[in-house]
């Protein structure tokens, strides 16, 4: 099993320039989500997925899109990259989106730098 | 609103002495709790969880974790520290049972011979 596989690893961009994170898991996970981690912030959630079709806010929102078209892939978008979304980036998912039995897998991470 | 505290930045420790990490939590009802590891380029792994029963709470490699819920803390320790325990540890809590978890600011732990 690969698990959570992220792709790129490492991406350098311009202000005002968009992207695309790829977030792929091949467990067959019901729950996918996105969170940034900042030094002294530790990780924050960004979007969520409980289920193909269904994605919701986290607490830092702005400035991303996500969307769930498939069980396994979870793609997260930057319009306009800015310099405050320089961060490492988090994909993680889990079988239920009830966390009662069913711990987070992380990818890990696409280090994101933006001048 | 739920949130976490690890009011460490940095630990300390020597190899064979015992560790402990400290978080603690605020939220409106019962918590789910949940320690994480982070090795260096690498995404978090899970250690161990607490939903109900036991306070005290065996995971991974030796951790273990005790619930307080007068206290409002889950403190991470192990008996005999190694120096590949050295790594970033997360405390995250998380309500209703969904997996919207909301994590500390880490915890570097360093183990020196």
């Known amino acids: 099993n690969a698990g959570v596989t992220q792709t790129p690893k490492f991406q350098v961009l311009k202000t005002g320039q968009s992207m695309t994170l790829q977030c792929a898991q091949d467990?067959?996970?019901?729950?996918m989500s996105w969170y940034r981690q900042d030094p002294g912030m530790g990780l924050r959630l960004i979007h969520y997925s409980v289920g193909a079709g269904i994605t919701d806010q986290g607490e830092v929102p702005n400035g991303y899109n996500v969307s769930r078209s498939t069980t396994e892939d979870f793609p997260l978008r930057l319009l306009s990259a800015a310099p405050s979304q320089t961060s490492v980036y988090f994909c993680a998912s889990s079988y239920s989106w009830t966390g009662s039995y069913s711990p987070l897998h992380f990818g890990n991470g696409t280090r994101l730098t933006v001048t | 609103a739920q949130s976490v505290a690890q009011p460490e930045d940095q630990v300390n420790v020597a190899e064979g002495n015992p560790l402990t990490v400290k978080c603690t939590y605020s939220?409106?009802?019962?918590?789910?709790l949940f320690w994480y590891v982070q090795y260096p380029n690498r995404g978090l792994q899970f250690l161990l969880k607490y939903i109900t029963g036991d306070n005290l709470v065996k995971g991974s490699y030796g951790f273990e974790a005790e619930f307080n819920k007068s206290q409002t803390s889950f403190h991470l320790k192990k008996p005999s520290a190694l120096v590949s325990d050295s790594a970033l540890y997360f405390c995250a809590v998380g309500l209703g049972g969904g997996n919207k978890l909301t994590f500390g600011t880490g915890t570097q732990l360093k183990v020196e011979l």
């Open positions: 939220v409106s009802g019962n918590p789910y």
């Open positions: 467990m067959n996970h019901e729950y």
